[in-house]
């Protein structure tokens, strides 16, 4: 059974702190994806990543990096988190561009 | 740059009823591909169907069909014999590449209703 698991479902930080999320996926797939979803303003991409230490900028990346270390795990890192980060991130995977992307369930952040 | 447009926030239907869903996309790919997913309140995503552009016959899985007009860059998603259990949000998303990777971008959303 196809899986991508988030590290954590809920998530309180301090401003300031570094958080890290991380994704891993048991599929095999080369890309991979991180969005923040806020109300009314649906999934946003942060980054994305096609390989292994490949990344490309999503289209809201500011605040945000990424890495890629093995194929399987893909973090989001937030360098110093502010409160207008407090979002809902969903991180997915698929293996090309005509098949779905598998999604984890969701880290709930919140940065207070 | 790619980029969905989903303009209804919001849409009502009656149980057993069909559905309309609109989606609009911009893109200057020749090859590309259209999904639709479902997000449910319990949050997951769920993935519903699939269109190529080079897809000739429009996509149907179920009670869903996508009625893909290329020409018109639409990608409405038609459900058919609306059930309860239909109430969600539903997102059009299209993916292409962007400096040879593919980039998945989604829309807004639209929170189907459905009603007894």
């Known amino acids: 059974d196809v899986k991508v698991t988030q590290s954590s479902r809920y998530l309180v930080k301090r401003t300031g702190e570094k958080v890290f999320l991380e994704c891993v996926q048991d599929?095999?797939?080369?890309?991979m994806f991180w969005y923040r979803q806020d109300p009314g303003l649906g999934l946003r991409l942060i980054y994305f990543s096609y390989d292994v230490k490949m990344k490309e900028k999503g289209d809201i990346p500011e605040g945000y990096s990424v890495s890629r270390e093995k194929k399987e795990r893909f973090s989001l890192i937030l360098e110093s988190a502010s409160t207008n980060q407090t979002s809902m991130y969903l991180c997915?995977?698929?293996?090309?561009?005509?098949?779905?992307?598998?999604f984890g369930q969701g880290t709930r952040l919140t940065v207070v | 740059a790619q980029k969905i447009t989903q303009t209804q926030p919001g849409m009502f239907v009656q149980e057993k009823e069909a559905v309309t869903l609109d989606c609009t996309y911009d893109t200057s790919d020749q090859s590309y591909g259209l999904f639709w997913y479902k997000q449910p309140s319990s949050g997951e995503m769920i993935f519903l169907i699939y269109q190529g552009s080079y897809d000739e016959q429009n996509a149907t899985e179920g009670r869903y069909s996508l009625n893909f007009q290329k020409a018109r860059k639409s990608a409405n998603l038609v459900i058919s014999a609306s059930q309860l259990g239909d109430s969600a949000m539903y997102f059009c998303?299209?993916?292409?590449?962007?400096?040879?990777?593919?980039?998945?971008?989604f829309g807004k959303g639209t929170k189907l209703t459905v009603n007894p």
């Open positions: 599929m095999d797939h080369e890309n």
């Open positions: 997915a995977s698929s293996l090309t561009r005509r098949t779905e992307a598998f």
């Open positions: 998303a299209m993916r292409g590449l962007q400096g040879g990777s593919e980039k998945l971008v």
